[in-house]
């Protein structure tokens, strides 16, 4: 069995919270040409999109498993180190702890796992996001999976006609359920509409048994207790063969959705696909991005990239990003571009609470003392 592992953090931006320096890219590099003449790797990649660094690799460790993740860390702390020596921003934001204990669950770095046995022809796409979080897949994974007004191979590929099984976790309880597709289409809607909370986790073809999605799902906010950041998610596609072609996987991106991130984490803003060169947010942060790189994985090895969004069919769906951005910004302070109290990454809400909390009155005894002082005469024209 191979496993492809994407690991990612964000160690330092360059500038602000918009890039990666060349140097932490070139650290984390030497890190993983090391690891695969050790042979603990296949294969690796690095990529980045905007402030974060991911590890793409194969392996035959399997999720979850210690050696890869301490591996990960490791490099994250080097990249971090080039980043405090740079004085970049937010060095080492991502790491959590200052030791390393068995997996990375809780520690800070996101990953998205997916072990499978090589296909003798086995594409698979890698989004990376940039200001946003992992509730963003919600929308492209049901549109992929479970809808055929975007993927034709529901209706008419017999390998994919019996659907799919989504597995659903609420990110709030930690706890996960599987919903069976199409049977249970509006169940699983009601839960991953609401994506701050419920986050698909995977998807596996009821035909063949196999998993086609893995996303990463882990919260800074929840894991920290407090924000340190919006956890920018990363998502494992397969494609072909009963699972979504390429094109339909990448046709859900070709609608600019609204997403949770953008500036210090708190706005709502549209999702725009782009091309590696473009994954730099910097218009108040966002608008939020997403690359797709395309590999085929042939003796564990990754051939590609392929910059999937490096594709003027996606120019219409930038230039909505770029529509919607202007349109929500206008509403500034105020939701729905603001998020809900809640969600927010940052607030003075607390503070502001407690320094004024002897000046808030009963309403009720407000309306006594407004109707107290009104003429009683007064006739309205
Ligand atoms: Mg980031």
Redo the contacts with the bound molecule.
Sequence with gaps: MTTLSIIKA?TG?FVG?SAVHPDMLATAQDWLRTAIGDRLLLDGKVAS????ISLIMIHEHGPDSENIHEFAWNTFRATTQVAKRLGLYGAGQDLLSDAFSGNLRGLGPGYAELEFTERPSEPVICFL???TEPGAWNLPLYKMFADPFNTPGLVIDEKMHAGFCFEVYDLYEEKRINFDCPAELYDLLMFIGAPARYVVHAVESKTLSEQGAATSTQRLSLIAGKYV??D?PVLIVRCQSGLPAVGEVLEPFSFAYTVAGAMRGSHHAPFMPVSVEHAHPSRFDGPPRVVALGFQVHDGTLLGPRDLFADPAFDRARDQANTAMDYLRRHGPFEPHRLPLEDLEYTTMRALEKRIAERWQPMADAAAVSLATEPTSATTV
Excluded: L, M
């Excluded at 999109?49 to 974060?52: Q, V």
């Design positions: 964000d931006g919270h999109c905007g402030d974060d996001a940039d200001k950041g919006k920018d």
